[in-house]
C-alpha cells in the first residue's frame, strides 16, 4: 500500500514570499489534516478534510494560510506571505474517515513532511 | 490547562529498564487514543492505539483510565533502537473527531 505522499521534502524562501505544499493521501482515506510542527513540540491540526469539506479549521491563520481539497483526493496548502514565525515541518496525514464518525478509531498515516525555512 | 498534556522529559534510562509514559487529556468526550513513536527529523508513525481494555503488543502496553483522563505508556526491558519521542493522541468528539497531540515525551536509553 503506498503512503502518504508530500512534496516538495524542503523548502527555502524569504520573509513575504509565497509557498505551497502537496499532499496525496493513501488510496482510499477520506480524511485528510495538515500540521504544523514546530522544533520541540507536537503537532498542531491547522486543517482537517473529510472527503473535499473542512471539518476543522479552527487553528488556522486564515489571513495568509489557505487549504483546499478539491476533488476529496489530493490537498494543497499555501502560505501567503510567509512570516519568519512559519518556518517549521508541515506534516499531512491521512486516515478512513466518513461523516457518521464510524472509524474514528483509526489512527492516521502521516507523509515525510515538508521543512520550511524562512529567512 | 491545555488540551493534552504530556511530560517532555527526557526519560534517561538504562537498557533493559521498565519506563512508564502519561498522557492527560482534559475533554472528557474524548473517544478514541493514539500513541506515535517520531524519531528526530522523522514523521510520527502508530505505535498502538490504546482501548478501553488496555492492549500489549511485545514489550510496549497502553493503558487508558477515564475516570482519571489518562492514557500510559509502558516500555519494558527497553531497547537503544527505543530512543525517540513518544507523541499521545487523542480524538475528541463533537459532530467530528478532532485530534490533539501532546507535546510528547522524549525517551533517551543508554547502554
Known amino acids: 500500500e503506498a503512503g502518504v505522499a508530500q512534496s516538495p521534502r524542503y523548502k527555502i524562501i524569504e520573509k513575504r514570499q509565497s509557498v505551497a505544499f502537496w499532499c496525496n493521501p493513501i488510496?482510499?482515506?477520506?480524511?485528510l489534516y495538515w500540521y504544523q510542527q514546530i522544533l520541540g513540540q507536537g503537532p498542531k491540526l491547522l486543517i482537517q478534510?473529510?472527503?473535499?469539506?473542512?471539518?476543522?479549521d479552527s487553528q488556522l491563520p486564515k489571513d495568509r494560510f489557505s487549504a483546499e481539497r478539491l476533488k476529496g483526493v489530493d490537498s494543497t496548502l499555501k502560505i501567503q506571505p510567509a512570516k519568519l514565525e512559519d518556518s517549521a515541518v508541515y506534516l499531512c496525514?491521512?486516515?478512513?474517515?466518513?461523516?457518521?464518525?464510524?472509524?474514528?478509531?483509526?489512527?492516521?498515516?502521516f507523509g515525510d513532511g515538508t521543512r520550511l525555512s524562512i529567512l | 490547562r491545555k488540551e493534552v498534556e504530556q511530560d517532555p522529559g527526557p526519560f534517561n534510562v538504562p537498557e533493559g529498564a521498565t519506563v512508564a509514559f502519561n498522557c492527560t487529556y482534559s475533554?472528557?468526550?474524548?473517544?478514541?487514543f493514539f500513541w506515535y513513536r517520531q524519531d528526530c527529523r522523522k514523521e510520527p508513525k502508530l505505535l498502538m492505539s490504546?482501548?478501553?481494555s488496555g492492549n500489549e503488543d511485545g514489550r510496549f502496553t497502553a493503558q487508558l483510565n477515564r475516570a482519571s483522563q489518562y492514557i500510559s505508556l509502558l516500555i519494558r526491558d527497553s531497547k537503544l533502537s527505543d530512543s525517540a519521542t513518544y507523541l499521545c493522541?487523542?480524538?475528541?468528539?463533537?459532530?467530528?473527531?478532532?485530534?490533539?497531540f501532546g507535546r510528547g515525551t522524549s525517551l533517551i536509553v543508554h547502554p
Open positions: 496525514a491521512s486516515s478512513l474517515g466518513d461523516d457518521r464518525g464510524l472509524f474514528h478509531n483509526q489512527p492516521q498515516h
Open positions: 488510496s482510499g482515506h477520506a480524511t
Open positions: 478534510f473529510q472527503n473535499n469539506g473542512v471539518v476543522d
Open positions: 475533554n472528557s468526550a474524548s473517544q478514541s
Open positions: 490504546v482501548y478501553s
Open positions: 493522541v487523542v480524538n475528541a468528539a463533537g459532530g467530528s473527531y478532532i485530534p490533539t
